[in-house]
């Protein structure tokens, strides 16, 4: 019978972490097992950086961005005799289990924590939405949010003055915040990381809609693919339109999580909770099919990525094609 | 190969509902089908209240709660002499389909009109999630939203003066605003449609929060099962906390919509306009297992609604214990 | 030299109150003083509810409504024995000087302990803008953008369905939130508290906005006039549009404080300090002309209220007068 | 007795010149005027891009950011021969005076154009708040609040990973934005245009702040003051913080209009075609001590800048000590 678990927050923050934290305490205190609250990720776990959290705490946090319990990076939590240290500081604390909220990054630890004899369930916190064995992830909601509502008031200028922009969005390895905030803003042009456009894809298009006289344009584009203020300068040789770049960055890392972040957050962390109290370990939380499982990490690093492409190419038609 | 289609709005609005006016004329235009807006829905249809939609239009109101076009109740619409009405308004106008946005109210006037040889697709749109056949409605994300920022500024001021409040939420068949709003907001006690607590259960609740010191309680109700005064009252008599009351009523309509909720409607608005393309009609379009579909209007009528008891006892029991 | 000064919060609560708390913090601080924050305002000076506070504190609490020190209401501590009490335990705790943050009825609180020996310094916390002696007052910003978002709201839902909203308002003795509510929705008809309208007058306005076809009217109307569902039932059967009530109620008390309310929050209780460094008490800090000023509290008990009359009716004129 | 006006937005575009707009078109129709939108500023003017507006329009532009008249640049409007084509066009349609909203760029046309024989009153429109002959411009409390709310979810990131960012902010010559923003979110440092701090003095800040292991640190800049990601980098160096750039770009002039943008914006609209009704011109509207004041254009530019650096200084004591 399990008496005390662990919570600690790994990786990037996400809006609805908190939530998490929060399904995580009121769940296990509802069957009688202490919660404690691991500052700063497996950083604070090798620390012994612990609290125990009441009931109450909760309240407090679940309207808030970010991670109470904060966030760090410790690479070297890949040695075995770093984790161990992690091991040793739960024993000696009595804490049995750990709920592991994060990227993908921080599988491969709780997995091996497991083996060590900490059975840990990871929950998929992250805004990018790359995690594939989720169908969304806790924080994407709240930053397409975030995203719509920038490029909304970029779009009120843009179109006041007859201009192009671009702006640049979250998401290296996946391009689902580009590709839902194209499709809720309407962005004549967008280049999500699984789809890129070349530069000059994005001039010609352009082009063509200062030809038919379109007031304002947004142009989209994941990180990391281009140097945005360069490619603004390049849309407005070519096409005429006055183009400005905006970044939107750590903007969208923070924020009150929205109602579905919460609401998956929440009850995510409601059954970890009662995976672990099961005896189970070695697994990750994801909603597919708008129901949560529980994966064996092994297995969800090998799932393929899903396919994108073909609402990416329909959107595109749409956009090419106007009729007045 | 058709060539113009009609779109209409029916019965009460929903946030997003705009934006799945947007995706069926964007669609129709990218296959070169002209779309006529009718306004104020079956009214509209039976006076000819038609305007051709440009593409242009569509950037307008992607941002803006309602429907630009307007809603109105039309019962005499069950009459089959006020249908061949209908049916002539758009035989004159050469408009051979139609998209309808409305809850399950509208969905038996879209079956009619198809079997009078108007092909109609429906598409889910309202606040209240109760159509069986979609996950999610379009509008609940946006009313979920409204819902839960108007409890947090609640608690805010209730936390400040050790009281509790009684929050009136729409949703009369379906309590899923209540419930996702109650997980999201952690309010102490809830109510929703479909699991109706009695005014003696909710009082009895609300004492034993005020023995234990909670600082504040949110108590969430369905519309039409108390006067929220009255139980405000009857709270306050009984568990000593100053109740008040507040019904959050028509603000729940409005808004610009969510991220998902433009997601939702102008993906499936797409999927609509191709079934009216393959010639097909007495459709209702939904979201399952997190994919769209398309179902016989006749086929969703019967479909049992989902079972929510086992995550609102859940819930329940989380919030009736408390660790210090 | 003063050394430990206290802060508490009295009367109803107002968004911006936690900024002036991190303001009088800050400041105080920034003079080598310590600052006690008083739980629940008078009813824990009496009952010795103190704790220090730390700098790092204050980022915790600039972006959350309400008041995170509490508030609560001691009609006793008009009796000179209990104010006593008071007394003795802020010179128990070593408290020499008092910031109190709340709207006029913690005026004479504030003045009595002044006479007592402890210098006290108000800060005007309310959102109904009543407090003749600050043209605004910290929480008003907050609350009157919570009333537009929510009209803006509302507005959406009755203009897709060509009806009628009757909203009610907080603001009992000062009708500010609803006359600049009017201004920025361009509410059809408006009561403000100090230029009420009879419901036959309001009931004739609207009538004339049904006959030219006007699409929705908002009815703005203070708390405590009418009955907002019985004036909806009548404006529906003198109008013939289908109106609808609702009640704003306790979501206009909380929220994230705006920009304004923040900045005059922070530097009203900058100069708080200031006044009791200086060994002053007995002072109601306003903003007047966009400059702080600090009054003596009896005199701004003798002020006169400022006239909106002139304003009012120039808006009521432009609205009853349309050009299509 | 005036039959026609018309009105104009020009220069950057505000949050809140729809308002004004509004304001223009409700005040004179109440008093028999027509009213003509000319599109895109003095562009439109020498264009006759002339359209009539009815009162109905005024509803649906209240409640959103930009301009629906559009703006542009005309650097020829310096021109006599050019300012003499617009003279041309407005008597062409019987337009006798002007509503010019904008920057302190578009005060020189108006004061010629009034010279010409066209009266002209314009209006404070532009987010910088660096018109000196206004207390607030319209538009600087909306985008006050935008940057609040981004450096807010900033701070969230911020704070979760221990972190600094350096987050660009709109105002060239005119730092308010910074500095209302700096109070309203404690950021630990700011750099406004008219208090500018060098690079190295910034990295001392935060350096301390480091030392005393501070856990998030934000760092605002007006813009044109330093390359956001080199200053980052080396704010990194020097502290050691994990240190973020964020540019907010043109998010800051788009959005809704807040209450108080709207009432402002409203009011001033109202003022100045009361103006020009008296048949007075080269007019600039402001408002000074909380009141609506006209001075002459020509006044207005030589009037001095208000002086920020009190305040400033205070702020930056209050920043730089902290007890714990």
Same mark, same amino acid.
């Given at each position: 019978?399990?008496?005390?678990?662990?919570?600690? %927050?790994?990786?990037?923050?996400?809006?609805?972490?908190?939530?998490?934290?929060?399904?995580?305490?009121?769940?296990?205190?509802?069957?009688?097992?202490?919660?404690?609250?691991?500052?700063?990720?497996?950083?604070?776990?090798?620390?012994?950086? +612990?609290?125990?959290?009441?009931?109450?705490?909760?309240?407090?946090?679940?309207?808030?961005?970010? &991670?109470?319990?904060?966030?760090?990076?410790?690479?070297? +939590?890949?040695?075995?005799?770093?984790?161990?240290?992690?091991?040793?500081?739960?024993?000696?604390?009595?804490?049995?289990?750990?709920?592991?909220?994060?990227?993908?990054?921080?599988?491969?630890?709780?997995?091996?924590? &497991?083996?060590?004899?900490?059975? @840990?369930?990871?929950?998929?916190? =992250?805004?990018?939405?790359?995690?594939?064995?989720? #169908?969304?992830?806790?924080? +994407?909601? &709240?930053?397409?949010? =975030?995203?719509?509502?920038?490029?909304?008031?970029?779009?009120? =200028?843009? &179109?006041?003055?007859?201009?192009?922009?671009?702006?640049?969005?979250?998401?290296?390895? @996946?391009?689902?915040?580009? =590709?839902?905030?194209? $499709?809720?803003?309407?962005?004549?042009? +967008?280049? /999500?990381?699984?789809? *890129?456009? %070349?530069?000059?894809?994005? @001039?010609?298009?352009?082009?063509?809609?200062?030809?038919?006289?379109?007031?304002?344009?947004?142009?989209?584009?994941?990180?990391?693919?281009?140097?945005? !203020?360069?490619?603004? !300068?390049?849309?407005?040789?070519?096409?005429?339109? #006055?183009?400005?770049? %905006?970044?939107?960055?750590?903007?969208?890392?923070?924020?009150?999580?929205?109602?579905? #972040?919460?609401?998956?957050?929440?009850?995510?962390?409601?059954?970890?909770?009662?995976?672990?109290?099961?005896?189970?370990?070695?697994?990750?939380?994801?909603?597919?099919?708008?129901?949560?499982?529980?994966?064996?990490?092994?297995?969800?690093?090998?799932? /393929? *990525? /899903?396919?994108? %492409?073909? $609402?990416?190419? *329909?959107?595109?038609?749409?956009?090419?094609?106007?009729?007045?």
């Amino acid at each position: 019978m399990l008496k005390k678990i662990g919570v600690l %927050t790994s990786g990037g923050d996400a809006p609805g972490m908190n939530n998490a934290i929060a399904g995580v305490v009121k769940s296990a205190h509802a069957k009688g097992i202490e919660v404690f609250g691991i500052k700063d990720g497996y950083k604070g776990l090798i620390n012994g950086w +612990f609290t125990k959290l009441d009931s109450d705490f909760t309240l407090d946090i679940i309207s808030k961005g970010g &991670t109470v319990l904060g966030s760090a990076r410790l690479p070297e +939590f890949k040695e075995e005799s770093v984790r161990q240290k992690a091991v040793d500081q739960l024993q000696k604390h009595g804490i049995e289990a750990l709920v592991v909220i994060g990227g993908d990054g921080s599988y491969m630890g709780a997995q091996r924590l &497991t083996e060590m004899g900490i059975n @840990c369930v990871g929950l998929p916190g =992250t805004i990018d939405n790359d995690i594939v064995s989720s #169908d969304y992830t806790i924080g +994407f909601d &709240t930053a397409l949010n =975030t995203v719509i509502e920038s490029v909304d008031k970029i779009r009120d =200028t843009m &179109t006041s003055h007859n201009r192009a922009a671009v702006v640049e969005v979250m998401g290296n390895r @996946c391009g689902d915040l580009v =590709t839902y905030a194209a $499709i809720g803003t309407q962005a004549e042009v +967008f280049s /999500p990381s699984e789809s *890129k456009l %070349t530069e000059e894809e994005i @001039c010609i298009q352009v082009k063509k809609l200062a030809d038919i006289n379109h007031r304002s344009v947004i142009i989209l584009i994941s990180e990391k693919q281009f140097d945005a !203020k360069a490619l603004a !300068k390049k849309i407005q040789e070519v096409s005429g339109y #006055d183009t400005r770049a %905006t970044i939107l960055g750590h903007t969208q890392r923070g924020g009150r999580p929205t109602g579905m #972040d919460r609401y998956l957050a929440f009850t995510a962390a409601m059954f970890a909770v009662d995976k672990l109290i099961a005896g189970e370990g070695g697994l990750y939380i994801g909603i597919e099919n708008n129901q949560l499982v529980a994966r064996d990490i092994e297995s969800t690093l090998n799932m /393929p *990525k /899903p396919d994108r %492409t073909q $609402i990416i190419n *329909k959107i595109r038609i749409l956009n090419s094609k106007q009729i007045k």
